[in-house]
């Protein structure tokens, strides 16, 4: 087994809990035994994903550097969700900060809401699409580059920590980045959501995997304090709002082995296709693809609209000296 230390507890006593990945290529999957968190057995080095990306990247947007509009549609649904359950928590002058921005379309939303906010995002297509159709503040870049200054408010991570390499360093970096008391929210696929198959579960591009006792664990041991949880425990996504907190403290949930391996094992393809709701929710999502195709162009197209009047007013509130300057 090649994984010498768990990122999360540098335990090093390692099962393997899958060999294939969700199309069928190889892939390990191991899980700590010690904190149960789930991992790749080669956990890649900065190069190897670098290439994977570089490869990735031009199979999966050949000939499509910008983003469909049903694409958009859901990232800019997603962010009006998002948006909506951190309202209540936050203040309504909070800057914010999202890395891996994606279409930037959460920091779009969180603009048209009175926040100053600002993204960085490193895929070029959509990082172009992002600036020039929704006039938005993302900006191309890595986290990696952004100075450790204290300084944020409120800093978003939404689909994009499955994909480190070292979680613990980005959450690190991430508190870093992060005024004493700024607020960090993060979001991604659960592992311990009911009825995720198993074969579907694995993808080369989530190097870890979490439950929401794993993912608090981790953030915890990084400086954070978990404020809020939203949705439930088996929701598809974990949503967490995170204050900063000065214990970097590990403490290891003995029951996250144990219940993660009862998900596995109970993630069968049977289980799978037995949920009540799947016949319905198959003809529900055919119906609903659809019409989402039907209603994403008009969306994205009041939207952009939306984006450019923002735009035009902010322009004529601004100064005389700035206009002119602009
Ligand atoms: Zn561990």
Same mark, same amino acid.
Do not use: M, W
């Given at each position: 087994m090649g994984q010498k230390q768990c990122d999360l507890c540098a335990g090093t006593e390692f099962e393997q809990?899958?060999? +294939? !990945?969700?199309? $069928?290529?190889p892939l390990e999957t191991v899980i700590?035994?010690?904190?149960g968190l789930v991992a790749h057995g080669q956990i890649p080095s900065d190069e190897e994903l670098a290439r994977y990306y570089a490869t990735e990247y031009r199979q999966s947007y050949h000939g499509e550097m910008t983003p469909s509009d049903r694409r958009v549609m859901r990232a800019w649904k997603n962010g009006e969700r998002i948006f909506g359950q951190l309202q209540p928590h936050i203040e309504p002058d909070m800057e914010v900060f999202e890395g891996g921005?994606?279409?930037g379309c959460t920091v779009k939303v969180f603009e048209l809401n009175g926040h100053a906010s600002r993204g960085i995002e490193p895929g070029e297509g959509f990082q172009n699409y992002s600036q020039?159709?929704?006039?938005?503040?993302?900006?191309?870049?890595?986290?990696?580059?952004?100075? +450790? !200054?204290?300084? $944020?408010?409120l800093i978003l991570l939404v689909h994009v920590?499955?994909?480190?390499?070292s979680p613990r360093k980005a959450l690190e970096y991430i508190r870093g980045m992060l005024s004493d008391d700024g607020l960090f929210y993060v979001e991604c696929p659960n592992i311990?959501?009911?009825?995720?198959?198993r074969s579907k579960m694995?993808?080369?591009?989530?190097i870890h995997n979490f439950t929401p006792a794993s993912l608090k664990m981790l953030a915890e041991s990084c400086g954070f304090k978990l404020e809020v949880q939203f949705?439930?425990?088996?929701?598809?996504n974990l949503q967490m709002l995170f204050s900063c907190s000065d214990s970097t403290e590990l403490t290891i949930d003995p029951d996250n082995y144990r219940e993660t391996m009862q998900v596995i094992n109970g993630a069968t393809p049977l289980r799978y296709h037995l949920r009540p709701y799947y016949f319905s929710s198959r003809a529900t999502k055919v119906a609903s693809y659809l019409k989402e195709h039907l209603t994403a162009k008009q969306f994205v197209a009041n939207a952009i609209q939306e984006c450019q009047k923002f735009a035009a007013e902010q322009q004529d509130e601004a100064p005389e000296s700035l206009r002119s300057a602009a």
């Open positions: 809990i899958g060999t +294939r !990945d969700r199309h $069928h290529q700590c035994k010690t904190c921005a994606g279409i020039q159709q929704l006039l938005t503040n993302v900006v191309r870049g890595d986290l990696f580059e952004q100075p +450790r !200054d204290k300084s $944020h408010e920590i499955e994909h480190f390499n311990a959501a009911p009825f995720a198959r694995f993808h080369y591009a989530h949705g439930s425990q088996e929701d598809p």
